[in-house]
C-alpha cells in the first residue's frame, strides 16, 4: 500500500518562502494533494496535482511533483502569519478513494 | 458549497459508556464517507470507509464492533463508540465523497469531534 512521508517541522519569517516536502511510495496514485489544519480544526483541500503534471500553480501555491523520486512539495510564497498550520500531504490509494495521509508538517511563521 | 459537519463538537464521557458521532454532508449527497481518528501531534488514521446502505469496510486493526458505523442515508454516517475506555480518547474526523464526483476524488472534511474518555 502507499505510504506518505514529510518532515515534521519547520520555521520561516513572515514574508520568506516555505517549501514543505513529501515523499510516497505508491507510483500508481493518481492525484496527490495538500490539505491544511489548524489547530483543532478538520482539513482544509489546498491544493491537488494529476499524477501526469509535474508543477500546479494557484496564487501563493506551487506544488512541484517528481514522479521518477516519487517526491512531492509544496511552495507557499510570501508566508503570512495565518499561514502557521500543520500541512498533509495526500495519496490515494487505488480505486477505493481512500487517502493516505503522510505525518503532517507544522509550520511555524514568525513575525 | 460542500459542507460537512460534525456532532458532537467535543464529548467528555465515562468509561464503559457509548458515544455516537454524527457526520452530515450540509448541500451534497455522499455515497461514501470516511472515518479517521488523530492523535495529538500525529497524522490522521484512516479506520472505516461507510458506503450509504451497505456494510462498513474497516481498516486492518480496527475493530467493528467496538467502532459501529452506520450509514443509512446520503447525508449522514454516523459512528459509535461501544464500551469507550480512555485509549479510545482522540480526535475523530470525518470525511464525504460527493456523489457523481469528479474524476479527482475529493474528500470535504468535517471539523473534528473531540472524544474525551475519563
Known amino acids: 500500500g502507499e505510504d506518505v512521508e514529510q518532515s515534521l517541522f519547520l520555521s520561516v519569517r513572515e514574508g520568506d518562502s516555505s517549501v514543505i516536502n513529501c515523499t510516497y511510495t505508491?507510483?500508481?496514485?493518481?492525484?496527490l494533494y495538500w490539505y491544511k489544519q489548524e489547530p483543532g480544526a478538520g482539513l482544509q483541500l489546498l491544493t491537488y496535482i494529476f499524477s501526469n503534471m509535474d508543477m500546479k500553480q494557484d496564487q501563493r501555491l506551487t506544488v512541484l511533483l517528481n514522479k521518477k523520486d516519487k517526491h512531492l512539495s509544496l511552495r507557499i510564497a510570501d508566508t503570512q502569519t495565518g499561514d502557521s498550520a500543520i500541512y498533509f500531504c495526500a495519496g490515494s490509494s487505488g480505486n477505493t478513494g481512500k487517502l493516505i495521509f503522510g505525518q503532517g508538517t507544522t509550520l511555524q511563521v514568525k513575525p | 458549497g460542500a459542507v460537512v459537519s460534525q456532532h458532537p463538537s467535543w464529548v467528555i464521557c465515562k468509561s464503559g459508556t457509548s458515544v455516537k458521532i454524527e457526520c452530515r454532508s450540509l448541500d451534497f449527497q455522499a455515497t461514501t464517507m470516511f472515518w479517521y481518528r488523530q492523535f495529538p501531534k500525529q497524522s490522521l488514521m484512516l479506520m472505516a470507509t461507510s458506503n450509504e446502505g451497505s456494510k462498513a469496510t474497516y481498516e486492518q486493526g480496527v475493530e467493528k464492533d467496538k467502532f459501529l458505523i452506520n450509514h443509512a442515508s446520503l447525508t449522514l454516517s454516523t459512528l459509535t463508540v461501544t464500551s469507550a475506555h480512555p485509549e479510545d480518547s482522540s480526535f475523530y474526523i470525518c470525511s464525504a465523497r460527493r456523489t457523481g464526483t469528479s474524476a479527482h476524488n475529493e474528500q470535504f472534511f468535517g471539523p473534528g469531534t473531540r472524544l474525551t474518555v475519563l
Open positions: 505508491d507510483s500508481s496514485s493518481t492525484y
